[in-house]
């Protein structure tokens, strides 16, 4: 079965950084786009990043774009999401998310983070 396990979140002060991790398995993570999203408390899930299949294509959302950047290791199976200079704003539940076509979408437990000073 799908699965996707997140870790790498933390508490950080504001300007910090961390590196947060997706590793992924039953289905071909090769073949298929990556998402990570967030949601706050009190607050509505939100697309943070998307990369491509190859990892040449990557979107961000206006707010995190030049302090955020996602990659992929396909031969790990695993999708990244690097945060520098975090933001109190960017305190959240942060979790991967995959479409697997007729087989649907698929969420991990999520990692928070927590910004504070």
């Known amino acids: 079965q799908v699965q996707l396990v997140e870790s790498g979140g933390g508490l950080v002060q504001p300007g910090g950084s961390l590196r947060l991790s997706c590793a992924a398995s039953?289905?071909?993570?090769?073949?298929?786009?990556m998402n990570w999203y967030r949601q706050a408390p009190g607050k509505e899930r939100e697309l943070v990043a998307t990369?491509?299949?190859?990892?040449?294509?990557?979107n961000y959302r206006d707010s995190v774009k030049g302090r955020f950047t996602i990659s992929r290791d396909n031969a790990k199976n695993t999708v990244y999401l690097q945060m520098n200079s975090l933001k109190l704003e960017d305190t959240a539940l942060y979790c991967c998310?995959?479409?697997?076509?007729?087989?649907?979408?698929?969420w991990g437990q999520g990692t928070q983070v927590t910004v504070s000073s």
């Open positions: 998310h995959v479409y697997v076509g007729s087989r649907g979408n698929y």
């Open positions: 039953g289905f071909t993570f090769s073949s298929y786009v």
């Open positions: 990369i491509g299949t190859t990892g040449g294509i990557t």
